[in-house]
């Protein structure tokens, strides 16, 4: 079976103070990957489109090694909550909360993320 290629002009957002930042148009998000945004102010953010649809964003840079590399981890999900797992040393974070599944103290920014 072939799949058409999704054809859509929606374009994903993030908000940022009271303002919504374009990103790149939905078709860029492949499923189970993510991808790295600059933002204005010079930060990173990790955005991911999971199998559902759901669009989520944190902060790319890994807390524990430093490195804005969280775009690049491996996606999945622990009692049924979306994760990334750092391509570094494989702590996980939640990708609705940003809070790290491995660590209670450490947390990630996340970014309220919408396709319009």
Known sequence: MTLAP???DLKVQLQLGDDWFTVCDLTRLTPG???AALLPDGRQ???FRDRDGELYAIDNRDPF???AVLSRGLTGTHQ???FVASPLLKQRFDL????CLDDEAV???TYEVRAR
């Open 6 to 8: 999704e054809t859509t």
């Open 33 to 35: 990957r993510g991808v």
């Open 45 to 47: 953010a990790a955005l």
């Open 65 to 67: 090694g430093g490195a």
């Open 80 to 82: 049924g909550r979306p």
């Open 96 to 99: 609705e909360t940003g809070q």
């Open 107 to 109: 947390r990630v920014a």
